[in-house]
Nanobody, 121 residues
Framework: VQLQASGGGLEQAGGSLRLSCTVSVRPLSSIVMAWFRQAPGKEREFVARITWSNNPDYTDSVKGRFTISRDNAKNSVYLQMNSLKPEDTAVYYC????????????????WGQGTQVTVSS
């Protein structure tokens, strides 16, 4: 399984970015996908997850601002990030698992290379 993340960049606080993750698995509906992030000097943390049945869940700090979605036809998962804050600055990673997944890094076996998101105040 190969994952390729893209879409990061520099944005001002209050702005928006959309991250994409292209996955080599077919069908995409067979796996659970997630986004994690890692800020400098901090541990990698859970951001959002989307299940086989397209049910999303989010960490509290991004609820109402971020939306995770998947397009099975394009083998892609997205993270729409609105109302960005400086504390959202991190390297964002997409992750995948054939299992249930969750909010812990050890629950995902496959990882993308990460894409940098920087939010200026």
């Amino acid at each position: 399984v190969q994952l390729q993340a893209s879409g990061g960049g520099l944005e001002q606080a209050g702005g928006s970015l959309r991250l994409s993750c292209t996955v080599s698995v077919r069908p995409l509906s067979s796996i659970v996908m997630a986004w994690f992030r890692q800020a400098p000097g901090k541990e990698r943390e859970f951001v959002a997850r989307i299940t086989w049945s397209n049910n999303p869940d989010y960490t509290d700090s991004v609820k109402g601002r971020f939306t995770i979605s998947r397009d099975n036809a394009k083998n892609s998962v997205y993270l729409q990030m609105n109302s960005l804050k400086p504390e959202d600055t991190a390297v964002y990673y997409c992750a995948a698992t054939y299992a249930v997944g969750g909010s812990f890094t050890w629950q995902y076996q496959y990882w993308g290379q990460g894409t940098q998101v920087t939010v200026s105040s």
